[in-house]
């Protein structure tokens, strides 16, 4: 019996360990020696490939990687800190996609009118959809769109930067700083070529994000005349090139020209980043994704794309809403329930020992492991009895 509930206290620590060690163990550890997703991945600005020579291009950073294994194939200062500008959207909406429900209807506001930027046309009065809403922040670039949905959402702006934040800690983006949830030139604000490709790979696999990403055009509705007006996807890789999926464009006077492009073709699904480009970036992605696709057999992966630290959640299209997204939850944090779970059930199991028994030395434990259970002292009592008779 004491071997028994040695076991099972042992067992309850360990248990414990191995669903929270590894969940505890974010990629910044990784990034302890060496730089995050591999050694090969630095700040540097030297082309890094493995088995053919990418071409050149303009961007003063890039990765290309395929997302379905998370082998990164080619990079250029993958880790250099840089202003992402448009591109942040694409974490934007890992953020508020798993939020808001998209049959909610928002109404425009003066605020979202003034923001400064690309608009999609968002005019005070007038209704949209959350559905809605997030096209015009993919296609159009909207910061008048991302406006609206982030004051839709709890915590507004200063919410949505928090949650946009420690969304980048758990992929692994840890370049990633955010002080506006548009993209725009704020003071503090930058991400890197690996970290979009994070986003990318974290928001392809969610199948809203997919297709936001790959619409090619959405109907706006006209302020005063009725009617709409259309609205054209600003990546033009969707127009050019084949099994392109699309994904985000991005520009601001100091970003100058960044890009997230991803395409599926042969079985296998490649997403190319850039960042800080005078122009021709179109061009630049479409050389690097052809490269990718022609060469891959030969390629020998330089490193690889993180897996996130916190497990993600089932796919799903709709978002929980804004209103269930408000309530407080009465459970422990995500992350220690399993550990929490595994150790109930182990305490369950050894006559419900008492928490502190747990960590207790073992000569503390003694006089509850000799101690048998009321239940098995009335059977042996019975049994004694039934031998007498």
């Known amino acids: 019996m004491r071997v028994l509930l040695t076991a099972c206290a042992t067992a309850a620590a360990s248990t414990a360990l191995a669903v929270t060690g590894p969940l505890a163990a974010t990629a910044a550890d990784q990034g302890v020696s060496t730089p995050v997703g591999g050694a090969q991945l630095t700040t540097e600005p030297t082309v890094v490939a493995a088995g053919a020579k990418p071409p050149a291009v303009q961007a003063s950073a890039y990765v290309l990687a395929d997302i379905d294994t998370g082998e990164v194939l080619a990079a250029k200062a993958p880790h250099a800190k840089l202003r992402p500008a448009s591109t942040l959207k694409t974490l934007t909406a890992l953020v508020l996609l798993p939020r808001l429900n998209k049959a909610d209807q928002v109404i425009g506001t003066n605020e979202d009118a003034r923001i400064v930027g690309s608009k999609v046309g968002v005019y005070p009065g007038l209704t949209y959809s959350v559905d809605l809403l997030f096209e015009g922040m993919f296609l159009g670039s909207g910061n008048d769109a991302v406006n609206a949905l982030v004051t839709h959402d709890k915590g507004g702006v200063q919410g949505t930067i928090q949650r946009m934040n420690q969304k980048a800690a758990e992929i692994g983006a840890l370049d990633t700083h955010v002080t506006d949830p548009t993209g725009l030139d704020a003071d503090g604000q930058y991400s890197s070529a690996y970290d979009l490709a994070l986003f990318a790979q974290a928001g392809l696999r969610r199948p809203d994000f997919a297709k936001y990403a790959a619409t090619k055009f959405t109907n706006f509705p006209l302020a005063k005349k009725g009617g709409t007006y259309q609205v054209a996807n600003q990546n033009k890789l969707l127009f050019k090139y084949d099994g392109a999926l699309g994904v985000k464009t991005g520009y601001t006077t100091l970003a100058r020209n960044t890009f997230i492009g991803a395409a599926r073709r042969n079985g296998h699904t490649l997403v190319v980043t850039l960042m800080n480009s005078p122009h021709g970036i179109t061009e630049d992605a479409t050389k690097l994704l052809d490269w990718g696709f022609t060469s891959y057999s030969a390629l020998t992966p330089v490193g690889t794309l993180v897996k996130p630290a916190v497990a993600a959640p089932p796919k799903t299209t709709e978002g929980t809403g804004p209103n269930t997204s408000k309530k407080a939850s009465a459970l422990p944090p995500r992350r220690n329930r399993p550990a929490l779970v595994a150790a109930a059930i182990v ?43």
């Open 347 to 389: 305490q369950s199991a050894a006559f419900k020992l008492p928490e502190w028994a747990y960590a207790a030395p073992p000569i503390l434990l003694l006089p509850l492991f000799l101690r048998r259970p009321k239940a098995l002292r009335a059977r042996a009592k019975a049994a004694a009895k039934a031998r007498r008779h």
